[in-house]
């Protein structure tokens, strides 16, 4: 065996000089230079990097170590380079000086081993242990045996430099994992600025680090960053950090007026990783933003350096946080690239120089093992964790007084093998009970999310880790530097966390672990979540689990013995099944047997409670039936429309809650909204929209990551029902708004919880919205899109739950709107197509159903819609065997809730479609007019709902037994021009022409300006009611040639209401082909 030492690797050509590094000197045809150290070391730094400019800053860094700043001692050490080497600075052959910028190589290098390393003459000795760190980041105290990233310490350097005041402001170092973001400011960067006169005119007086918070809440997070200013003393309260946070919590614009500018002195913070302080699954996008705003505040405070480390995979989902991208912007950016060759030889031999330890040569071969691991880490220069730890098994496996050994090296599989080798090494070598224990473990320390697929390494305290065969587990993964052990400055504890995130990458049991469990790591991370904020709410019961998923979910890690849940997951569990218990005996009681909870039993727990504040069961019974009046009873009596009994249920439940702590207010604000549905479903939209301001205000005044889902589910609930009343009355603009905010909300939760199902059906329903929203505003591609989502969300429900009977009633739904949409703006063949699958679906709702009202009332609205297709399209044998299926539901209805606005609709336009089905000669036309003359007078026309029904019927007005005379028509004309009627694209022009046809002239001529003036141009989107209503006009001018050009228009549609033919007929004598 023979020892190969980095002296004897460094001697290389320069131009017509060799260079021997370790003896100081040169080597020419005409004799021998000596060199000081120093400035063999410029030379050979200067050598390394060949071809390019190498800064001042760079050379003081790499050769001075920082302690000097300005450029006399590289100009003085460059002049005597220059003379040695026989180089003229005006006419450079071996160094050149670029102004301003720095020194570049121009003769040509050759070196044996071809990659050349420069080591360092006066680097102090290493005999603090090992002087690779393996799997853990290189910290302040690791600065002497810190090689390779001098380049990239004074890139940084130099862009600190461009901030206003220099040094103080955002820097946001970017690079991918592995590649040496911490090492590079926590041994780098931060301990050259820290020094006695800083560096390049930048000294910090102070710095401080917040490492990982992965599993940490927000709370906790919170205390950390506050902790972290008082000790930095930008705040300067009296009060405990963690009292801070709940008063930050309550009042997040607070730091503002807490932080304190130090003009004096300039501080650190580094925040490293910062996509888990951004990124943290449980947080919502208002959390996200808030938490930008922040540090956006601590970036413009006088004194304060910001420094964050960001994954750069992690780049673009912190780009789309609101704020983030000016945050960045306000301060400066650098990319750490991948380790440069020569710089890997650097990380390679100058530590072991350092600590005056070799690397084996093979006598035979000649074959060298630094140069073994530099070609194979040159070849992966992003594994720069995988060659640390090589190297420091190397170390440590060699025997003292030795040389690092080709053949460990070899046993261990080189640099790309040797964290796997070793992990699966120590795993094979637990018996049974420890490998299960192993198991548990992982759930612990490796966390998952759905959102990125992505695994990552988490902290577990390890006061947590109670059995003795855990621990000893833990001290030899420890022993084998895989886990690391730390302690947290600000709670003094213990935390045991994986080495390094590449072990989740390279070790394959790992990998295939985590794929077997990642269904239980996402739940699990849901389950913290919710958990930890039932904990910050005081175990407050309103953040349980409520939805049967969650609860299922529960039951099923509470089953799983491996995950390992803690104490307070445990009592969190409990808790939510134990009030889903006390909901479900309340559930078994007929609605007569409920009616009277409602008014006795409910009332009794109300009493009860208050004359006895202490009795805590009395308090939990009369919460558990207020609940239950809330959800369930309301669930049990809105199928059956009995909206004042319903009523009668939210007037009481407010009544209740106005009584109790702040502590309830998102229950109150349920029974705010319930209230309003039910004040919208009666058309009452002012005190709707009182009762849902109402409930967003107590909703908002708690920061929403602090809210249980199914409050931040009630929070977009509130955001959906006040974009409704506005739709309703026509104000499209404001409906839009409100509807976006409830998109947003429903993706942040979608997106905390991708594979929640109740998430993904509000997506659906929050694109369904928008997408009607927009085929009323007529922008036709944005209405597509948005109800082609809703459907393909819904088919995607319906394929992974087909029994769920709500995710078939909605697609119908959807379909539905497709079907006007394409009835209007598309082809009618296809929104017939779509109509028929729309009905099946409601038509089979309906007999799963039989007694649902609800569902009796959605196969009435598809019907309409269906029997309306076919009416376009001229299948009147289609329509009028639909009517006739769909008969007795109307009647049903009907007789039900005759007070029931929504349902009243659908019954008017039900009756319209008979109406148009029946002969104007027969019995049934003379019935279906009298009803629906009745039902149309009982109610004003104060919507547009209900105006185009009302147009429609007289539009189709032509029952023999109620002939119009001249005084009707002439009365209806007026009343249609007059501003009290709005004008309807869809309905207004069939009225004019309807009106027209039995009008004098002078009525007609005025029915005629009236629809030229109201008339819309025809547009792109060749919406098919505008080309009927420019059809009526053009044939009430006689301009037949115009007419017969729509006709084709309208005809290429597949348009052939009967009622159409009919007048097509009568006006252009038959001539429709």
């Known amino acids: 065996m023979s ?14 000089w060799w260079v021997l590094p370790d003896r100081n000197q040169l ?51 460059i002049a005597g380079l220059r003379k040695k080497l026989g180089c003229d600075a005006r006419h450079p052959k071996y160094i050149e000086t670029l102004p301003k910028r720095g020194y570049r190589i121009v003769a040509p290098i050759s070196s044996e081993s071809g990659v050349l390393s420069t080591t360092h003459s006066n680097a102090e000795p290493w005999t603090s242990g090992s002087p690779y760190l393996g799997l853990a980041s290189f910290e302040e105290q690791h600065t002497g045996v810190f090689f390779g990233r001098t380049q990239a310490i004074a890139e940084v350097v130099h862009a600190l430099r461009e901030l206003e005041p220099q040094g103080q402001g955002f820097l946001l170092v970017l690079g991918r994992s592995g590649v040496g973001k911490s090492s590079l400011l926590k041994a780098g960067l931060l301990p050259l600025l820290c020094q006695t006169g800083g560096f390049a005119g930048i000294e910090l007086a102070q710095q401080h680090k917040l490492g990982a918070r992965a599993a940490q809440s927000s709370h906790i997070a919170l205390i950390r960053l506050l902790d972290a200013l008082q000790k930095l003393g930008f705040i300067d309260k009296q009060d405990s950090a963690e009292a801070l946070a709940k008063r930050l919590e309550k009042t997040p614009q607070s730091l503002q007026g807490w932080l304190k500018p130090n003009a004096s002195k300039t501080k650190a913070l580094l925040i490293d990783p910062l996509e888990q302080w951004l990124l943290e699954p449980s947080l919502s996008a208002h959390a996200q933003s808030q938490w930008v705003q922040w540090l956006q505040l601590l970036a413009k405070t006088r004194g304060l350096l910001l420094i964050g480390a960001l994954r750069s995979d992690c780049y673009g989902a912190c780009t789309d946080i609101s704020g983030f991208i000016e945050l960045k912007r306000s301060g400066v950016q650098y990319d750490v690239k991948a380790a440069a060759p020569g710089e890997i030889a650097q990380m390679i031999r100058a530590p072991a120089q350092a600590a005056g330890v070799g690397f084996e040569q093979d006598p035979h071969s000649g074959e060298r093992l630094d140069d073994l691991l530099l070609e194979e880490a040159v070849s992966h220069p992003e594994a720069l964790p995988l060659l640390q730890y090589t190297l420091a098994e190397l170390f440590h496996r060699r025997q003292q007084g030795q040389p690092m050994l080709l053949s460990v090296y070899h046993q261990m599989g080189g640099v790309s093998g040797a964290v796997a080798q070793q992990a699966e090494a120590k795993y094979q070598g637990l018996d049974d009970k420890a490998k299960a224990c192993w198991s548990r473990l ?221 502590s309830n207010a998102p229950a109150r604000a349920e029974a705010l909204k319930l209230s309003a549905e039910i004040d919208i479903g009666k058309g009452q939209y002012a005190s709707a929209q009182s009762n849902l301001e109402q409930a967003q205000q107590l909703l908002e005044q708690f920061p929403v990551e602090t809210l249980a889902s199914d409050k931040r589910l009630l929070l977009a609930h509130v955001y959906y029902w006040r974009g409704l009343i506005p739709y309703y009355q026509g104000d499209l603009e404001q409906s839009k708004r409100w509807w976006l905010g409830y998109l947003e909300r429903v993706e942040s939760l979608q997106q905390y919880q991708p594979e929640n199902s109740e998430w993904q059906y509000e997506l659906a329903q929050a694109h369904h919205n928008l997408g009607a929203l927009a085929r009323r505003q007529q922008d036709i591609g944005s209405a597509r899109y948005y109800l082609d989502q809703a459907v393909v969300h819904k088919r995607q429900l319906i394929a992974s739950e087909p029994e769920n009977l709500e995710y078939a009633q909605s697609l119908a739904n959807s379909l539905n709107w497709q079907v006007t949409l394409e009835s209007r703006y598309g082809d009618l063949a296809m929104a017939r197509q779509i109509a028929s699958e729309a009905s099946t679906i409601a038509e089979f709702m309906l007999q799963q159903q039989p007694d649902d009202f609800d569902a009796k009332y959605k196969w009435l609205t598809a019907a309409n819609i269906t029997i309306g297709a076919y009416l376009d399209s001229g299948d009147i044998d289609g329509a009028r065997y639909l009517y006739k299926q769909s008969h007795q539901t109307a009647e049903d209805l009907y007789q039900q809730d005759a007070d029931n606005k929504s349902w009243q609709v659908q019954l008017a336009l039900y009756q319209l479609r008979g109406l148009m089905l029946a002969h104007t000669q027969s019995d049934e036309h003379q019935r279906q007019h009298q009803q629906l003359a009745e039902l149309l007078g009982q109610r004003p026309i104060d919507n547009r709902r209900w105006l185009r029904t009302y147009l429609r019927f007289q539009a189709n007005n032509e029952c023999v037994s109620h002939p119009r005379t001249q005084q009707d028509i002439q009365s209806l004309a007026n009343w249609l021009m007059s501003e009290r009627a709005e004008f309807l694209v869809d309905s207004s022009p069939a009225l004019v022409f309807s009106l027209s046809m039995s009008a004098d002239s002078e009525l007609r001529n005025q029915l005629i300006d009236y629809l030229r003036e109201q008339l819309p141009q025809p547009t792109g989107h060749n919406n098919l009611y505008l080309l009927l209503g420019h059809y009526y006009l053009a044939s009430l001018e006689r301009n037949r040639e115009r007419a017969q050009e729509l006709l084709q228009s309208i005809r290429a549609r597949g348009y052939r209401h009967p009622q159409f033919e009919r007048w097509l007929n009568a006006d252009l004598g038959g001539d429709n082909e």
């Not at 020892?3 to 017509?16: C, I, P, V, W, Y």
């Not at 935390?495 to 394959?508: D, G, T």
């Open 3 to 16: 020892t190969s030492s980095s002296s004897e690797q460094q001697r290389f050509r320069l131009g017509d």
């Open 27 to 77: 080597k020419g045809e005409f004799g021998n230079e000596t060199l000081e150290p120093r400035m063999m070391d410029v030379l050979s730094y200067l050598c390394q990097h060949q071809g390019e400019v190498v800064s001042s800053e760079q050379l003081l860094i790499a050769v001075w170590q920082g302690r000097f700043f300005g450029d006399a001692p590289v100009q003085k050490c």
């Open 442 to 662: 992982m759930h612990q320390l490796v966390s998952y999310s759905s959102a990125s697929g992505q695994a990552s390494a988490q902290r577990l305290a390890m006061a947590k880790i109670g059995d003795d065969t855990s621990k000893k587990l833990v001290q030899q993964f420890v022993a084998a530097r895989l886990f690391v052990v730390e302690q947290d400055e600000r709670d003094q504890q213990q935390y045991l966390r994986i080495a390094h995130e590449a072990l989740i990458r390279q070790w394959q049991r790992l990998r295939d672990w985590i794929q077997d469990n990642r269904t239980a790591l996402a739940k699990h991370e849901w389950l913290q979540s919710d958990c930890q904020r039932w904990l910050n709410a005081n175990r407050n019961r309103e953040y349980l689990l409520r939805a049967q998923q969650q609860l299922a979910d529960a039951r099923w890690l509470k089953g799983r013995e491996d995950i390992g849940l803690s104490d307070d997951e445990l009592a969190f569990i409990d808790a939510s099944l134990l009030r889903a218990k006390r909901i479900r005996w309340l559930r078994r009681s007929g609605v007569a047997a409920l009616i009277l909870l409602s008014v006795s039993t409910f009332s009794f727990a109300v009493v009860a409670w208050r004359g006895q504040q202490q009795a805590s069961a009395a308090r939990e019974d009369a919460e558990a039936l207020a609940e239950f009046m809330l959800v369930d009873l309301r669930d049990q009596l809105e199928p059956i429309g009995k909206l004042s009994l319903l009523e009668s249920v939210a007037q009481r439940l407010l009544s209740y809650y106005q009584g109790v702590s702040s």
